[in-house]
């Protein structure tokens, strides 16, 4: 497993997670860009209900499933809501590493 070494503590390991945007950049974006059934081969590969699927292939209980998914969704709200509630952070934090040289001004 990839995995092994990094959960043995023999350092850590590199993980490449392909992901896709189920829609467009914003609230406006119909991502009318996107090739005709795109979007729909990607939802198949969606890892979230692969894995639902997964734990009810192993025995895991649909209602301890819909647990563990009410919970993450508690998770993410509480997030969001102690975001929202947080003072902006400083422009030194914002800016500080957005490039690899350390910059932020926009470059063409």
């Known amino acids: 497993m990839p995995y092994a070494k990094a959960r043995a503590g023999e350092g ?3 993980i490449e997670c392909k992901t896709y945007r189920h829609s467009g950049h914003s609230r406006t974006d119909p991502a009318t ?5 795109e979007l729909e081969e990607w939802l198949k590969r969606d890892p979230i209900p692969f894995y639902r699927q997964r734990l009810a ?12 998914d009410a919970e993450s ?5 509480e997030a969001t809501e102690t975001c929202k509630a947080s003072p902006p952070a400083p422009e030194e ?3 500080t590493d957005v ?3 350390g910059g932020w001004a926009w470059r063409n």
């Open 99 to 101: 490039y690899s040289d």
């Open 12 to 14: 850590p390991s590199l």
């Open 73 to 77: 969704k508690r998770k993410v709200d």
């Open 33 to 37: 860009y996107r090739p005709k059934g």
């Open 93 to 95: 934090v914002l800016t």
């Open 57 to 68: 292939e192993f025995g895991v209980d649909a209602k301890t499933i819909e647990a563990i």
